[in-house]
């Protein structure tokens, strides 16, 4: 044998004890060696590589010490959807929101609940079991490639017991203790575990990242193939376990009855696995929170994700999260800030708003400057006043509130107290209920404003370029004092004047002019009842009354039966309806509306199934950009007319992706998963061929 033949032997065979050892060591905790032993062999490996790097193993253990040479991080497009998780700061909405599944899946529910750790997102892909790249999270579709760094962290196996082509998703994070450890010999000492991890995993010289004792969980996985065929995430999780990475044995398992959870747990084969009821759930949510302060890494929350995979694929994904998943945050993102001013806003339904200015201040990843106050009664009940300092708070991450007054003022400004009069109008306002309101509805100007920025929104009629600045505009030049008057504006005349050219002239007419098409169904929903969302519109459509002439009639016979038997609709929606109906203002908004040429009547959406049912069955994503379908959603609608389900992501379940120009990682996943890939010219000629 020559000096090659022999090195190649020896490497080869050094390689698998060293694996072992580390095996033993990193996961297992459990040594058979000495360290001094551990770093000869260590030592001559390297040396061997060295001497013949062509005989280097793409899954060196050397690798694990890293290398003083510097690298870059070059972007990476993920191959696998990298999303975040929506939140909740409440076990209510957990439960709701287990509820709300309960009642969309057929089949019954299980849900794992794993901590959040905090720590930095990674994803790394293997190929036929070998690691060949590891990429922070990034913008969800594009991240950095860390690879070499990553290959020190000596959880992250390099090569798996089984050949998959497999992405693995995990956190990255440090101990509390070796974070306290390393960082008294900072220079700049970090704030938290979390930033020195994420420093660490973003070293030029990987040998600096090797330093730090990083250590990765993982909790989610994308197999392409289907050699695996794990039914849930427990099998998944086992199978991580089994393939060697380090799965976080602090896991929870809940379903309807306790029997069902345990049978789920016990596929782990991890002592101590807590299971239960939706009941315990919440007692476990409890626990873990007093429990967070000892665990040896910090955590900010819990994750609660359906266990069942074929219910994930049915949920699917918005843009930004899975629907199967929820995040349960132990500290809603709360901040201090000074109460400047509190002004009232008029809605378009003349209920007024109060709305407490405040120093602007950060509330978790969002910029306030403005917190609505509700009502009367809950600037009562927090004795508000102008100076105080306050809590705000993002509960559920919606709009924030102010929680309590934290310091009173020393101003001695007493509670502030509602106006008597309209800021907008000065009518003498009065009080329905919990709310106050302006009556003046006919004149009153924020209002009316109120009233055509709502009629002209997205959401409604979807007037192009009609913005909240040119129905300022055109209500300061008194050319707009109600809805129907924005279709007998000249807008050529207002050429010249400030912001208003030819084109938006000419562009703004068109809009208008288009939106005469808009169906019945629209031009009720954009009226703006009270209650008469779309929903209850396509009930109402639904059931048969399809135009404003039926509703009429029974409003003027006062005839509810009708709409009481419709299911959905309540005495109360019913009556509050019939008394808008009844309104003389209304009537004739609706009235000149009509005249002006705009739907008031359609064919019921019962005998709406001409178009033949061709997509039936089949699911389809929709990405990039296009000729003519602008915006996309026109191709949903096609697709959707035709009996096909619309999803927002590609997964196994999408059958077909309609890819428009610039198409990016939903395209690559729909290649990973032989996703049916459809042009836009393919898709015209699809529709055409009916
Ligand atoms: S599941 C599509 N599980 O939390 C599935 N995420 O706010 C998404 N995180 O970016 C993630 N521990 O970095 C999941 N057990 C866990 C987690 C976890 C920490 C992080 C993850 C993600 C962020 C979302």
């Known amino acids: 044998m020559d000096g090659f033949d022999q090195a190649k032997k020896e490497i080869s065979e050094l390689s698998n004890e060293l694996r072992r050892h580390q095996y033993r060591y990193y996961v297992e905790a459990k040594p058979e060696i000495s360290d001094l032993q551990y770093d000869r062999m260590i030592d001559r490996l390297i040396d061997l590589e060295s001497r013949f790097p062509e005989l280097k193993l793409p899954d060196s253990p050397s690798q694990r010490v ?75 579709s594009v991240g950095n490639d860390v690879t ?40 700049v000492p970090y704030a938290n575990p979390r930033n020195l991890a994420a420093g660490s995993i973003r070293r030029i010289k990987s040998s600096e990242t090797a330093r730090i004792p990083l250590r990765m969980y993982v909790y989610d996985a ?68 007093e429990r967070r302060s000892s665990l040896p890494y910090e955590i900010d929350g819990l994750v609660v994700k359906v266990n069942e ?49 405040v120093v602007k201040v950060r509330v978790g990843n969002s910029m306030v400057s403005n917190v609505t106050l509700h009502n009367e009664d809950y600037i009562n009940m927090l004795e508000l006043a102008i100076g105080d300092t306050v809590a705000i708070a993002k509960r559920g991450d919606v709009i924030p509130a102010v929680e309590r007054v934290v310091e009173k003022n020393e101003d001695e400004n007493s509670t502030w107290l509602m106006p008597e009069y309209c800021p907008s109008c000065h009518t003498r306002l009065c009080r329905v209920g919990a709310h106050t309101f302006c009556p003046n509805s006919a004149d009153c100007p924020d209002q ?17 370029g009609f913005g909240p600045e040119t129905v300022s505009f055109l209500m300061q030049r008194n050319m707009i004092n109600d809805i129907p008057d924005i279709y007998t504006v000249d807008y050529q005349s207002l050429v010249g004047e400030v912001g208003f050219g030819e084109k938006k002239a000419y562009s703004l007419m068109k809009a208008v002019e288009k939106s005469k098409d808009q169906p019945f169904s629209t031009v009720m929903v954009s009226l703006g009842i009270p209650d008469f969302g779309k929903k209850a519109v396509d009930l109402l459509i639904a059931a048969g009354i399809t135009s404003m002439e039926q509703l009429e009639t029974l409003v003027d016979s006062d005839n509810k039966r009708p709409l009481l038997d419709i299911k959905g609709f309540g005495q109360k929606t019913v009556d509050s309806l019939f008394s808008y109906l009844k309104d003389e203002q209304l009537r004739n908004r609706i009235a000149r509306l009509r005249d002006l040429g705009l739907n008031f009547s359609q064919e019921s959406t019962a005998n709406d199934n001409r178009v033949p049912q061709t997509f039936s069955g089949q699911t389809w994503c929709v990405t990039g950009s296009f000729e003519r379908y602008q915006p996309r959603s026109l191709a949903l609608k096609e697709i959707e007319a035709r009996g096909g389900r619309t999803t927002g992501s590609v997964t196994r379940k999408t059958t077909h992706l309609l890819a428009g120009s610039g198409a990016g990682s939903k395209l690559q996943q729909a290649i990973a998963f032989g996703t049916t890939i459809v042009s836009e010219e393919k898709f015209i000629a699809m529709l055409e061929k009916e």
């Open 66 to 140: 890293g290398s003083d040479l510097g690298s870059s991080f070059p972007e990476v497009v993920h191959s696998v959807p990298v999303l975040s998780l929506d939140k909740a700061y409440t076990t209510e909405s957990i439960l709701q929101w287990i509820e709300r599944l309960g009642k969309r899946g057929e089949q019954r529910l299980s849900f794992v609940v794993e901590e959040k750790m905090d720590g930095v997102s990674l994803v790394l892909y293997y190929e036929h079991g070998l690691l060949v790249r590891a990429v922070t999270r990034g913008n969800g």
């Open 148 to 187: 070499a760094n990553a290959k020190t962290i000596t959880s992250i196996p390099l090569r798996l017991t089984q050949p998959l082509d497999i992405a693995v998703r995990g956190e990255v994070f440090l101990t509390k203790d070796d974070f306290e450890r390393l960082n008294l010999t900072m220079e």
């Open 222 to 289: 994308y197999i392409s193939g289907n050699g695996e065929n794990a039914e849930n995430h427990v099998e998944v999780l086992k199978l991580l376990d089994n393939l060697g990475f380090l799965v976080n044995p602090r896991l929870a398992v809940f379903a309807e009855n306790a029997l069902r959870a345990q049978e789920m747990a016990n596929k782990l084969h991890i002592p101590d696995v807590v299971s239960g009821d939706f009941g315990k759930l919440v007692e476990y949510i409890g626990s873990m929170d």
């Open 309 to 357: 995979l074929g219910v994930r694929d049915f949920l699917g994904y918005t843009g930004h999260h899975p629907r199967w998943a929820l995040a349960y945050k132990f500290d809603a993102p709360e901040a201090q800030t000074v109460v400047t001013d509190i002004d009232v806003q008029v809605g378009r339904t003349g209920r007024i708003t109060p709305v407490a200015r």
């Open 448 to 464: 009316i404003m109120g009233r055509v920025i709502f009629f002209v929104g997205r959401n409604q009629m979807d007037i192009e």
